[in-house]
């Protein structure tokens, strides 16, 4: 079983949806939690950093964390066409300098 | 593009035979990262750098593969005798380095296809 569990899509929403992306963990040890986007053919870029339980806003884009459920998600209101891409959830212990383990990704479609 | 290079973009190579890609992090940051991802699934760490020691590397890094990050500026990434199973997209990513969290870049990929 892998440390990183991640919906596997795909997803394909209407332009102006409502999106959740979800991913589980299985190692309470996991202290900081990020969400990748990556486009075809590209590398993955930061989208969303959290360390605590709770949630975080940046603009259109809300992170997600339960770490008694060892469950985080990313909401993206409004969804728009230049969305399309495949999402990745990333996790880091506190003290392997930055040795990010990933999710395999949800790819999502928003379609105009 | 986010200052992270990565050359060549595409190897295509026959079966036995030695590769080796380079990355160009973003100057003036301490740590170099590789991970590899294959189609479908998100990127593994393979090892990474603090300047030019390299400080941890991944039990899927076999002894056929090996970096270098000679003078803690480019990095490089020998595999030798390759086989049909390295086939995959090698990405490198670059931080400052001064907290766990720092946010790491990273770079578009070498994609390897293994004949």
């Known amino acids: 079983q892998k440390e990183v569990e991640q919906d596997p899509g795909p997803l394909s929403v209407p332009e102006g949806a409502i999106v959740s992306l979800n991913c589980t963990y299985s190692n309470s040890a996991f202290q900081y939690f990020m969400w990748y986007r990556q486009y075809s053919r590209k590398g993955p870029e930061l989208l969303m950093y959290?360390?605590?339980?709770g949630n975080k806003e940046d603009g259109r884009f809300t992170a997600q964390v339960d770490k008694s459920s060892k469950y985080i998600s990313l909401f993206i209101r409004d969804s728009q066409p230049s969305d399309s891409a495949t999402y990745l959830c990333a996790m880091i212990f506190n003290t392997n300098a930055g040795k990010s383990t990933f999710g395999d990704g949800t790819t999502l479609t928003v379609k105009p | 593009d986010t200052g992270v290079s990565q050359n060549p973009r595409h190897k295509i190579t026959k079966r036995g035979q030695n590769v080796t890609f380079r990355c160009d992090p973003i100057?003036?940051?301490?740590?170099l990262y590789w991970y590899r991802q294959t189609l479908g699934q998100g990127p593994e760490f393979l090892t990474y750098f603090q300047n030019e020691a390299q400080l941890e590397k991944s039990r899927l890094l076999s002894d056929r593969f090996s970096a270098e990050r000679p003078k803690g500026s480019f990095s490089t990434l020998e595999i030798q005798r390759t086989e049909q199973g390295d086939s995959a997209m090698y990405l490198c990513?670059?931080?400052?380095?001064?907290?766990?969290?720092?946010?790491?870049?990273f770079g578009p990929g070498t994609r390897l296809t293994v004949l």
């Open positions: 990513a670059s931080s400052r380095g001064g907290t766990v969290t720092d946010t790491q870049y």
């Open positions: 100057s003036e940051h301490n740590r």
């Open positions: 959290t360390y605590s339980s």
